[in-house]
């Protein structure tokens, strides 16, 4: 069964760097779109990055354009998020996602950003 595996979050100061990495089973991952959202606490899970199959092209929120930059490697089935100039307002339970039959989520990572 598909499944994703989100890690490297934790607690850094405003300014500062972090960089989530999440495994993927269970899927065709090389073919398959992966996206990045975020959720902070009493609001919504909103949309943060995504990247197609092959790597060559990325969106972002607009809110992280220029300070986050999402990867990918096919033959680690993994995808990454890194994330610089980090604000506080960057605080939230970070997902990883794919949509095949469906969407899957991992259980997510905290990052919290100390002002």
């Known amino acids: 069964q598909v499944q994703l595996a989100e890690s490297g979050g934790g607690l850094v100061q405003s300014g500062g760097s972090v960089r989530l990495s999440c495994a993927a089973s269970g899927f065709t991952f090389s073919t398959a779109v992966m996206r990045w959202y975020r959720q902070a606490p009493g609001k919504e899970r909103e949309f943060v990055a995504r990247i197609s199959s092959d790597g060559g092209t990325r969106s972002y929120a607009d809110f992280v354009k220029g300070r986050f930059t999402i990867s990918r490697d096919n033959a680690k089935r993994a995808v990454y998020l890194q994330m610089d100039s980090l604000k506080p307002e960057d605080s939230a339970v970070y997902y990883c996602?794919?949509?095949?039959?469906?969407?899957?989520w991992g259980q997510g990572t905290q990052v919290t950003v100390s002002s």
């Open positions: 996602a794919v949509l095949t039959d469906r969407y899957y």
